[in-house]
């Protein structure tokens, strides 16, 4: 039986990093967005570890800031880091799915969010995500504060379809784990989650381990699917709902959570 975790918003954690304009924007994203009910933290493995979650638009970052009872830094795209990269990537990723005759409105948004974005991200508990050479970089990074205590968050969904709860995994993101292992020897456990905004409820599933003996392509594809079927799994446990799906679509085509036959 999977016991609820009370998400209590009176951390020093919550006041000890960033700007005040980060510490304002978080407080306000914690009042006015729908408080979701917390599941499974019991399965969340002591010390480091990498969280892995559906994305659910805006809400699975959300999720991860507000609901992990853990030291924590979420993987963050790149682009929404850099100043004059944001209004493209924002307009693209958040709003092209709006209707067209709308698009002069969510172009002009994805300009003036530019700064505010940079400000926000840059000061939170964010690592940057490069699509290029760099993502040694972020590797790096996450190795170091994982070394560190910290866990790390990643929603790692690409466009294609895995089923109708979750999108596939891109898989760069277990070599986390091996970089990590080289460096300390210890296996990293990876944790899934499900984030449902129509329930109101986030949770948290059984972890699996990183194993360094195994072949590498074999155990990427091992951790990938037990991820992406424990999140299927957590939500087909649940009572039908509307799942919002990581592609920016219409919602009168958001899919249900109904089980396959």
């Known amino acids: 039986m999977i016991k609820p975790y009370v998400f209590q918003d009176t951390s020093k954690k919550f006041y000890r990093k960033g700007s005040t304009f980060y510490r304002f924007v ?8 729908p408080k979701l009910e917390a599941l499974g933290v019991e399965n969340l493995p002591d010390g480091p570890c990498i ?14 800031e507000l609901y992990i009872p853990k030291y924590r830094f979420s993987w963050c795209i790149a682009e929404m880091l850099h100043r004059e990269e944001v209004a493209s990537y924002a307009f693209q990723d958040f709003w092209s799915g709006k209707p067209k005759w709308t698009h002069w409105f969510y172009k002009l948004l994805s300009h003036i969010i530019a700064p505010l974005s940079v400000e926000l991200l840059g000061n939170a508990y964010t690592v940057g995500v ?27 969904e690409c466009y294609d379809e895995h089923n109708n709860i979750v999108h ?11 970089m990590y292992y080289r460096q ?7 944790g899934p ?8 409820k986030v949770i948290f ?3 699996i381990y990183y194993d360094p003996d195994r072949n590498k392509k074999e155990e990427t594809e091992r951790i990938c699917n037990h991820l992406m079927d424990q999140i299927s799994e957590m939500a087909y446990a649940l009572p039908l709902h509307t799942v919002v799906p ?6 009168r085509d958001y899919p249900s959570s109904a089980r396959p036959n």
């Open 193 to 200: 989650m499900y984030v449902c905004p129509k329930l109101k």
């Open 205 to 207: 599933g059984q972890p």
């Open 26 to 33: 978080k407080f306000w994203v914690w009042f006015f967005t």
């Open 51 to 64: 969280i892995a979650g559906n994305h659910s638009h805006m809400m699975g970052p959300i999720a991860a």
């Open 130 to 156: 490069y699509k290029d050479r760099r993502v040694l970089q972020t590797f790096k990074e996450s190795v170091e504060k994982m070394q560190d205590g910290a866990s790390m968050v990643i929603f790692p």
């Open 246 to 251: 990581y592609p920016n679509i219409p919602k």
């Open 184 to 190: 300390t020897k210890e296996s990293v456990p990876f």
């Open 168 to 178: 596939e995994f891109q898989r760069g993101f277990v070599d986390v784990a091996k």
